[in-house]
């Protein structure tokens, strides 16, 4: 990938565009000094046995016209960038252009954001602005994952359930969207597919799910002897410190078929919840962390 951000390449991009903007200036330039004398002749080019090509020259006024988009273009390209790495000199950048309009925006918004962010989380939840607030930053920034009504989806919590995989608490919440959370369940397969099918059925059991005695009662020694007991708990009742879920209360991040507990097992799984900290700031985190609390705590239960 060096070879293409050498400046070999900001030199020939400078070539190509330049002998392209003043060839065509030169071309039009060349046709002009040849203009027919006296009747303009046909070309010898003949449609549907009367219609005819003729050798017209270009309308002067199309021409000057177009040797104004040759200056214009050639102005522009001092401008601004469009030569290579050069910049232009008023040093315009498209990321220059969106971090002004941001700072313009947040300028304003900025006073409003200050306002929320000095209440308590709870409060701000149940204040109906800020509820409308927090609710479009979400259909703006979390539905993709979440969903539109915050239901989740397979690898993607629902948010409108008391389960938490890292605390449902406000400030947990605002944490989380914060600096973001990286889970992992690791693979087990060393264990072997008939020890795993045997912990699967416990874990399956664990929520009232059916499954065969006999590996249940197999799968249960092995959960407690294993390195289960380090994430989920003897009880398996999860650990919000470790992102560790409960396997009993019969909710399924990816699924909860005995086929699929037992690639959990078998694979593992990574789980990614991005950081929103730098893109959002924490203004609109604050807004934001509320209104999801909400959606499991209504205002009328806090």
């Known amino acids: 990938m060096s ?73 522009y390209l001092v401008l601004y960038p469009g030569l290579g790495s050069f910049r232009g000199v008023l040093g315009w950048t498209a990321v220059g252009q969106y971090e002004a309009e941001v700072a313009k925006v947040d300028a304003q918004v900025k006073p409003l954001f200050d306002k929320y962010l000095k209440m308590d989380l709870r409060d701000v939840a149940a204040d109906p602005e800020a509820h409308e607030m927090g609710k ?63 912990l699967a059925n416990y874990v399956r059991s664990l929520s009232g799910l059916p499954g065969d005695p006999v590996r249940i009662a197999k799968g249960r020694e092995t959960y407690k002897a294993s390195d289960c007991v380090a994430c989920h708990g003897p009880e398996a009742k999860g650990n919000p410190a470790l992102g560790a879920p409960n396997l009993t209360d019969k909710v399924w991040l990816h699924g909860g078929s005995e086929a699929t507990v037992i690639e959990t097992i078998t694979k593992g799984r990574n789980n990614q919840m991005p950081a929103w900290k730098d893109f959002l700031g924490e203004g609109k985190v604050h807004l934001l962390a509320a209104y999801v609390y909400s959606l499991s705590n209504p205002p009328s239960t806090h």
């Open 136 to 198: 479009r930053l979400y259909l703006t920034y979390c539905m993709q994952c979440h969903g539109a009504d915050a239901h989740g989806a397979k690898g993607f919590p629902n948010l409108t359930d008391k389960d938490w995989l890292w605390g449902g608490e406000p400030e947990r919440i605002k944490e989380t969207i914060l600096g973001g959370r990286y889970g992992v369940m690791p693979a087990h397969a060393y264990m072997g597919e008939d020890t795993i099918r045997n």
């Open 3 to 75: 070879d293409f951000v050498s400046e070999f390449w900001s030199w020939l991009i400078i070539a190509v565009v330049l002998v392209s903007v003043i060839g065509c200036a030169v071309f039009l330039w060349s046709q002009s000094l040849h203009r027919p004398a006296g009747a303009v002749q046909p070309t010898g080019h003949v449609w549907d046995e009367t219609l005819q090509e003729y050798n017209n020259p270009l309308p002067r006024w199309w021409m000057w016209m177009f040797y104004l988009t040759v200056v214009f273009a050639l102005v």
